[in-house]
């Protein structure tokens, strides 16, 4: 005998059946409410806000949080952060396992199942801009496609030149989908890359349908004042016992974990080597800190509709952002 928690779901799951038939209309989709921006502008503390006032609950934007043993680095929401206010897609997995944007869209989209058939709100929290974007435009990006020469001898040479260089092939040959695919995101780079050689502009493969309604609401600041605050938390980690954090999860998953990757992180492997002090380290922190926040800035300005507040400088700003927000709940844009 079906729950009827169950049947909420099967509803829920065929919504998206209705979609797929070709109907795009806004108010017949699950509605998500995004908040984005660069790091240390004030995201979590906005999404704890906006949970609270319009009964919704929060999940995890951000690639590297869904790791156990990373949290002085990721800046992760702590206990009382929360405020009682339910996290989902944190503290997933071990920094010993990979993850991949495939599966954040998949287990986001389950969470966004049960907060909606529950009567809540989801309120996506994060600054990892493509896996947003993956999960608002139901981007079809499948799963590992069959091994080809054309991706054994593109990976080398990606180890050998880097993503920039791979990123500029793609963006030689077509640009719009370039414009699309972070360099970092080297998977899909080398995906568009081999459609490309069978003749096919990746860029005119057929859009996918948008699975929800979005109300994507953005925070920035003076730049200024936004890399003064990075500075600032990249010390506050320290003095928090990031170098410690960093050598656990080197001890347990090892240097080429997926892991250590993030800013934060990959900075200290030289250190651990002999090879710089740790005073380098930090100013290393800091600058890479404050470049992913300008890239992650160009990235929400230009690939996402994004209503941009500055809550830092103008805090009398909560109140246009909960009208805002109200407004699209309400069926407004």
């Not at 600054?127 to 069959?146: E, M, Q, V």
């Amino acid at each position: 005998m079906f729950h009827e928690k169950h049947l909420q779901l099967l509803n829920f799951v065929a919504n998206f059946i209705i979609l797929d038939s070709g109907d795009e209309m806004n108010n017949n989709k699950p509605k998500v409410l995004m908040v984005v921006g660069p790091t240390a502008v004030g995201k979590t503390d906005l999404g704890v806000h906006l949970a609270k006032k319009f009964d919704g609950e929060v999940i995890n934007g951000d690639a590297y949080q869904i790791y156990r043993e990373m949290a002085i680095g990721t800046a992760k929401v702590t206990p009382a952060e929360t405020q009682g206010v339910p996290h989902h897609l944190v503290d997933l997995v071990s920094v010993r396992d990979p993850f991949s944007v495939v599966e954040f869209k998949a287990k986001a989209t389950a969470a966004i199942a049960d907060i909606t058939i529950r009567g809540k709100l989801p309120i996506i929290v994060g600054g990892t801009g493509f896996y947003l974007n993956a999960l608002r435009l139901g981007l079809p990006l499948g799963g590992a496609a069959p091994p080809t020469p054309l991706r054994a001898k593109l990976q080398t040479e990606l180890a050998q030149k880097g993503d920039q260089w791979l990123w500029q092939q793609l963006n030689a040959v077509d640009p719009a989908a370039a414009a699309n695919i972070p360099p970092a995101n080297t998977r899909r780079v080398i995906r568009a890359l081999e459609v490309i050689a069978t003749g096919q502009l990746f860029s005119n493969q057929p859009e996918p349908l948008v699975p929800f309604d979005t109300d994507v609401i953005g925070l920035e600041t003076e730049r200024a004042l936004l890399y003064e605050r990075i500075n600032h938390r990249v010390l506050v980690m320290m003095q928090a016992g990031l170098e410690a954090e960093v050598r656990a999860v080197l001890r347990e998953a090892g240097p080429d974990a997926q892991a250590l990757k993030a800013i934060g992180y990959k900075e200290f492997l030289p250190y651990f080597a002999g090879e710089t002090s740790l005073e380098d380290v930090v100013a290393t922190i800091q600058k890479n800190s404050r470049h992913y926040a300008k890239r992650q800035l160009t990235y929400f300005r230009h690939q996402m509709p994004t209503h941009w507040f500055d809550l830092l400088q103008q805090p009398m700003q909560l109140n246009a952002i909960e009208t805002q927000v109200q407004t699209w709940l309400n069926g407004g844009e």
